[in-house]
């Protein structure tokens, strides 16, 4: 079993930044933390994902924007979103999602944190 807590969001202002983190406890190896997010009425998607070997992917409107990154320590239980020059449509619940692997038959689960609110208003 696996938890997953997201700190770090708030309200911001257009243009500004804020940095979210997630830190994952409990047993098992983590392959992969990625962050979500759902805007009001509408599906949750991928924001971007970063692998435990470092290979990083983002979705078109996070490029340049939302770097990924994760501890350097062997551990590597927490992952952070940096979020700059948000904009209005970033408004949105962020999620972390932590992968793990449980064996070569059961292959890998994902655990979703309870999501960490993001406003950006003037």
């Known amino acids: 079993q696996v938890d997953s807590v997201e700190s770090g969001g708030g309200w911001v202002q257009p243009g500004g930044s804020l940095r979210l983190s997630c830190t994952a406890s409990?047993?098992?190896?983590?392959?992969?933390m990625a962050w979500h997010h759902q805007a009001p009425g509408k599906e949750r998607q991928l924001v971007a994902r970063?692998?435990?070997?470092?290979?990083?992917?983002?979705a078109d409107f996070a490029k340049g924007r939302f770097p990924i990154s994760r501890d350097s320590d062997n551990a590597k239980r927490t992952a952070y979103l940096q979020m700059n020059n948000l904009k209005f449509n970033d408004t949105a619940v962020y999620y972390c999602?932590?992968?793990?692997?449980?064996?070569?038959?059961?292959?890998?689960?994902?655990?979703w944190g309870q999501g960490t609110q993001v406003t950006v208003s003037s």
């Open positions: 999602v932590v992968r793990i692997f449980i064996s070569d038959v059961d292959g890998e689960k994902d655990y």
């Open positions: 409990g047993s098992g190896f983590i392959t992969q």
């Open positions: 970063i692998q435990r070997v470092g290979t990083e992917y983002y």
